[in-house]
């Protein structure tokens, strides 16, 4: 079992910037995989970013060059920087995390908004 507590959310203007984060407590040494997701009002969940142990780092397309995903050491906490926010990026937040093979699950947070205002 992992679980998940995301915090930093908030409403700010077009251009700022927020950072995200999501702090990891139980079986972190088991996570293989942790990402940020998103979702809009009447839209579906999207990946934002994830981080994969290993080092491997993708972005979803809407984001590049503007957010950043990263980690501590001990994969107890991942953070999202988002710089040059937009209206469009305004959606609940969510931490996600996986664990594959024999004891595979998938664990999210709670969420946290993020707005952004024209």
């Known amino acids: 079992q992992v679980q998940l507590v995301e915090s930093g959310g908030g409403l700010v203007q077009a251009g700022g910037s927020l950072r995200l984060s999501c702090a990891a407590s139980?079986?972190?040494?088991?996570?293989?995989?942790m990402a940020w997701y998103r979702q809009a009002p009447g839209k579906q969940r999207d990946l934002v970013a994830e981080i994969i142990r290993g080092g491997r780092i993708s972005y979803g397309d809407s984001v590049k060059g503007r957010f950043t995903i990263s980690r501590d050491n001990a994969w107890k906490t991942v953070y999202l920087q988002m710089n040059n926010l937009k209206p469009e990026d305004t959606a609940v937040y969510y931490c996600?995390?996986?664990?594959?093979?024999?004891?595979?699950?998938?664990?999210w947070g709670q969420g946290t908004q993020v707005t952004v205002s024209s």
């Open positions: 996600n995390a996986r664990i594959l093979g024999g004891t595979a699950g998938d664990y």
């Open positions: 139980g079986n972190i040494f088991g996570i293989n995989i």
